[in-house]
C-alpha cells in the first residue's frame, strides 16, 4: 500500500509539449513537496503545499504550475517544455510541514525531454 | 550557491567495517539536519536525524554526529552491511519544512 505515488514513473515527450505528473499521499499529511533531481543529483525543491495553499516557491520557471485539488493530491503541470527540465521529479509530503517533520518521497518520476 | 555539500561522491567499504559520510554547510541558520537513503529508481527515506542543540544521535548502527562550529556533519554505519548500498543524502532546514539537500555519497559495501 504505497504512501506515496506518483505517475507516470516514465515520461519521455518532445519540446514545446505541456505534460503533468501526478502525486497521491495516503498519509493524511498537511504539506506536499515537488522536488527536481537533475543531472547533477541535486535535491532542489520547487513547490510546497499545505493544505491546498502554497508555502514555498522557489525560483522555478513559471511554465511550472503545481496544483492542489486536496491536501492528498499535488500534481505538476509543465508548459512547453525545454531540453532543460529533462529530470527525475520527486514528490513528498509530511505531517504538518514542521522544521522536524520527516518528509515521506514518493518514487520519482523521470521527465525526458527530446 | 551549494549551501550544503558532500564533497565525496563515493565511498567504498568492507562489510563490517565503519562507513563514515561527510556534510558541510555554509548557511549558520540551519537548525535541523536529516540523512535520507535512496535506492536505485526509488525515492529517498529518511533515516537518522538531529537538531543543531544536540552533537550526536545515535539509532541502532546508525550515529550522526554534529560540529556546529565546524558546520559540519557526519554519519557513521557500523557495522556496515551490504544491504547499507545506497546513495545517502544529506539534508538542512533552517524554514519550516524547507530542506537544502547535498548532492549525495553514493556507498557501496563489499561482502
Known amino acids: 500500500d504505497t504512501a506515496v505515488s506518483q505517475t507516470p514513473k516514465y515520461l519521455v515527450t518532445q519540446m514545446g509539449n505541456d505534460k503533468s505528473i501526478k502525486c497521491e499521499q495516503n498519509l493524511g499529511h498537511d504539506t506536499m513537496y515537488w522536488y527536481k533531481q537533475d543531472s547533477k543529483k541535486f535535491l532542489k525543491i520547487m513547490f510546497s503545499y499545505n493544505n491546498k495553499e502554497l508555502i514555498i516557491n522557489e525560483t522555478v520557471p513559471n511554465r511550472f504550475s503545481p496544483k492542489s485539488p486536496d491536501k492528498a493530491h499535488l500534481n505538476l503541470h509543465i508548459n512547453s517544455l525545454e531540453l532543460g527540465d529533462s529530470a527525475v521529479y520527486f514528490c513528498?509530503?509530511?505531517?504538518?510541514?514542521?522544521?522536524?517533520?520527516?518528509?515521506?518521497f514518493g518514487p520519482g518520476t523521470r521527465l525526458t525531454v527530446l | 550557491d551549494q549551501q550544503v555539500k558532500q564533497n565525496s561522491p563515493s565511498l567504498s567499504v568492507q562489510e563490517g567495517r565503519i562507513s563514515i559520510l561527510n556534510c558541510d554547510y555554509t548557511n549558520s541558520m540551519f537548525d535541523y539536519f536529516l540523512w535520507y537513503k535512496k535506492y536505485p529508481a526509488e525515492g529517498p527515506t529518511f533515516l537518522i536525524s538531529i537538531s543543531s542543540i544536540k552533537d550526536k544521535n545515535e539509532d541502532g548502527r546508525f550515529t550522526v554526529f554534529l560540529n556546529k562550529s565546524a558546520k559540519h556533519l557526519s554519519l557513521h554505519i557500523v557495522p556496515s552491511q551490504p544491504g547499507d548500498s545506497a546513495v545517502y543524502f544529506c539534508a538542512a532546514a533552517s524554514d519550516a519544512g524547507k530542506s537544502t539537500f547535498g548532492d549525495g555519497t553514493t556507498l557501496t559495501v563489499k561482502p
Open positions: 513528498a509530503s509530511s505531517l504538518r510541514g514542521l522544521l522536524a517533520d520527516t518528509q515521506y
